[in-house]
């Protein structure tokens, strides 16, 4: 098993900033994406950012809507991902999962964080 623990939600004003951050532990050997994922009330969860590691180096994705505002940070040596949130808008308002996916020895399992709300005022 993986343990996702996230930190930094809170509420902040419109284009204001704040940082998640998602810590791994537990049985992480496999783990090659990391990310954050969002889900607004009576929205589905959808992709924010994620970061995954290669052989050529990491490649990184992000949901259009966050593009330039939105910073994904992954350090492999301490397991952990961050999201930096910049310009935020009420449209981001959400609550945030940290996201694991591992492969390991042929078996693909996903792993979500408990979410962190997020609440940006207009």
């Known amino acids: 098993q993986v343990q996702l623990v996230e930190s930094g939600g809170g509420l902040v004003q419109t284009g204001g900033s704040l940082r998640l951050s998602c810590a791994a532990s537990?049985?992480?050997?496999?783990?090659?994406?990391m990310g954050w994922y969002r889900q607004a009330p009576g929205k589905q969860r959808e992709l924010v950012a994620t970061?995954?590691?290669?052989?050529?180096?990491?490649?990184?994705k992000y949901r259009d809507s966050v593009k330039g505002r939105f910073i994904i940070f992954r350090d492999n040596a301490k397991n952990m991902v961050s999201l930096q949130m910049d310009s935020l808008t009420p449209e981001d308002t959400a609550v945030y999962y940290c996201?694991?996916?591992?492969?390991?020895?042929?078996?693909?399992?996903?792993?979500w964080g408990q979410g962190t709300q997020v609440t940006v005022s207009s």
């Open positions: 970061s995954t590691s290669g052989a050529s180096g990491g490649i990184t």
């Open positions: 537990g049985n992480i050997f496999g783990i090659n994406t």
């Open positions: 996201y694991a996916h591992r492969l390991r020895f042929g078996v693909a399992t996903d792993y």
